[in-house]
Antibody, heavy 130, light 107 residues
Framework: EMQLVESGGGSVQPGGSLRLSCAAS????????MHWVRQVPGKGLVWVSR????????SYADAVKGRFTISRDNAKNTLHLQMNSLRAEDTAVYYC???????????????????????WGQGTTVTVSS | EIVLTQSPGTLSLSPGERATLSCRAS???????LAWYQQKPGQAPRLLIY???SRVTGIPDRFSGSGSGTDFTLTISRLEPEDFAVYYC????????FGPGTKVDIK
């Protein structure tokens, strides 16, 4: 069974740090782009960060740039999100999600075909409060 | 920066009725990059549609996606009790983002 399981959430004071993990099983983890998406209860989905298959390319939402770092260990089928300098507004449920992305070589630069985030974890809650 | 707007914010319908959900982008979006998700309370989102109109394996055929450019639509042909949920459109890509969502609730 394909599965993603997040861990590492908890309560932390403003300015503190947390490291979230996402354990993947039942599929070839190294073939998927991975994302972190967060959601304040009762509010919408907010994309946080993504990493490509081999970890050579990452991207972040402006709200977390410079404070959060995404990484992956394909040998251990695990995704991480290191969160530093946490703020009250980082309080949310954090989901990891996987996505198939196909790279299409062209004469100039590669193009990408995105297939959507098709597998999600159950989420882990991060609370930042004094 | 492209902004996704979803309308209506809430759609109140009865089981068996047709639901039409709109997702409008502030700039043209490649159809290959538009996805739809369903989220029920207490659950993670579920991918329904990718590439604007391709249904994910296992998703009932009452769900369909259409559109191009700046206007995209998710249609549920006949609402089943389990379809009452929040639906999000998403622009996929290197830095993806979601629309604010449409809640489909029971009238």
């Amino acid at each position: 069974e394909m599965q993603l399981v997040e861990s590492g959430g908890g309560s932390v004071q403003p300015g503190g740090s947390l490291r979230l993990s996402c354990a993947a099983s039942g599929f070839i983890f190294s073939s998927y782009w991975m994302h972190w998406v967060r959601q304040v209860p009762g509010k919408g989905l907010v994309w946080v960060s993504r990493i490509n298959t081999d970890g050579s390319s990452t991207s972040y939402a402006d709200a977390v740039k410079g404070r959060f770092t995404i990484s992956r260990d394909n040998a251990k089928n695990t995704l991480h999100l290191q969160m530093n300098s946490l703020r009250a507004e980082d309080t949310a449920v954090y989901y990891c999600a996987s996505e198939v992305v196909v790279v299409i070589p062209t004469a100039t630069y590669p193009e990408y075909q995105y297939y959507g985030m098709d597998l999600w974890g159950q989420g882990t809650t991060v609370t930042v409060s004094s | 920066e492209i902004v996704l707007t979803q309308s209506p914010g809430t759609l109140s319908l009865s089981p068996g009725e047709r639901a039409t959900l709109s997702c409008r982008a502030s700039q043209s979006v490649s159809s290959n990059y538009l996805a739809w998700y369903q989220q029920k309370p207490g659950q993670a989102p579920r991918l329904l549609i990718y590439g604007a109109s391709s249904r994910v394996t296992g998703i009932p055929d009452r769900f369909s996606g259409s559109g191009s450019g700046t206007d995209f639509t998710l249609t549920i042909s006949r609402l089943e009790p389990e379809d009452f949920a929040v639906y999000y459109c998403q622009q996929c890509g290197s830095s993806p983002f979601f629309g604010p969502g449409t809640k489909v609730d029971i009238k």
